[in-house]
């Protein structure tokens, strides 16, 4: 097999709390510019994953490589820069209630502490533009928003220092089926035209196989497949059989041509 190219290199992690085992040795690679989806039932540990991803969260035992970067090496300033090369949309908390929709997207501009105002403006503006929201909603409260503005911001939010790679941790959920559809296919467009790297988390079958160019299986602390959607699907494990073989499931992936 020809050398994979790694954005993120996961080599053999473990993951506790306390008696909680969440990973018993996780090794993966998330390629260079693809689009990885990660599935798992609720608590499988997906969200711990990717917190150990961005460095936010240390591994109980095992190596994380960001860009060849080993994120245990401990050079706070290279961390640093490797943080202005991602971008998270998390789980929970979108958005800071107490800012509006252009502060929000600001925040990560104004921390960088090198840009003025005027180019700040700029940029944030353009970033608005990028998710399809109208320039009159920069002024507007987060609880103005309906759902999918909400997350559309975050989105602006998450790719206003133009990651080379992007995390997005169940970016669909809440959502009504049309408003799913919309940020999908605005994804979609942005991973073509930016081209980040991608790493999405999600319960909602219904998006992968619009995009994912694979998919990651979490169960029982380990990863059960990770390929097409094609390959996982095909694997033997009961959660697979559930969430790619239930009925719901059998008639998401007809529809999708799968
Ligand atoms: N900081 C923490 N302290 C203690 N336990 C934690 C912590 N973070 C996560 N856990 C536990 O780790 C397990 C995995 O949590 P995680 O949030 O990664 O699951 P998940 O797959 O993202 O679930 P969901 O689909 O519901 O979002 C859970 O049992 C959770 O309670
Ligand atoms: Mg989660």
């Not at 989806?37 to 991803?53: A, D, F, H, I, W």
């Not at 998390?90 to 090198?114: S, W, Y």
């Not at 009961?238 to 041509?257: I, N, Y």
């Amino acid at each position: 097999m020809s050398a994979e190219r790694c954005a993120i290199r996961m080599h053999d992690i473990h993951t506790r709390f306390g008696d909680t085992v969440v990973h018993r040795g996780i090794s993966l690679c998330v390629r260079e510019g693809e689009r990885l989806g990660l599935v798992g039932g609720s608590g499988s540990g997906k969200t711990t994953l990717l917190r150990e991803m961005i460095g936010l969260l240390r591994p109980s035992q095992g190596r994380v490589e960001v860009f060849g970067y080993d994120l245990n090496s401990g050079d706070p300033g290279e961390l640093q820069a490797l943080r202005n090369r991602y971008g998270v949309l998390f789980q929970a908390g979108a958005l800071f209630t107490d800012l509006d929709v252009f502060d929000n997207i600001a925040l990560p501009l104004r921390e960088m502490k090198r840009l003025d105002e005027s180019l700040i403006r700029e940029l944030v503006m353009l970033k608005l533009a990028l998710v399809n929201l109208d320039p009159a909603v920069a002024r507007a409260m987060p609880w103005e928003l309906s759902g999918g503005m909400v997350k559309r911001v975050a989105l602006a939010r998450a790719l206003s220092l133009e990651p080379e790679l992007l995390f997005l941790d169940e970016p669909t959920s809440g959502l009504d089926p049309i408003a799913s559809d919309n940020f999908v296919q605005l994804i979609n467009r942005l991973h073509r035209e930016l081209g980040f790297t991608l790493v999405m988390i999600t319960h909602d079958l219904h998006t992968l196989p619009d995009l994912c160019d694979r998919i990651a299986v979490l169960a029982d602390g380990g990863l059960v497949s990770i390929g097409t959607l094609a390959e996982v699907a095909d694997v033997d494990h009961p959660f697979v059989r559930e969430f790619f073989h239930g009925k719901r499931a059998r008639r998401v992936l007809t529809a999708a041509g799968g």
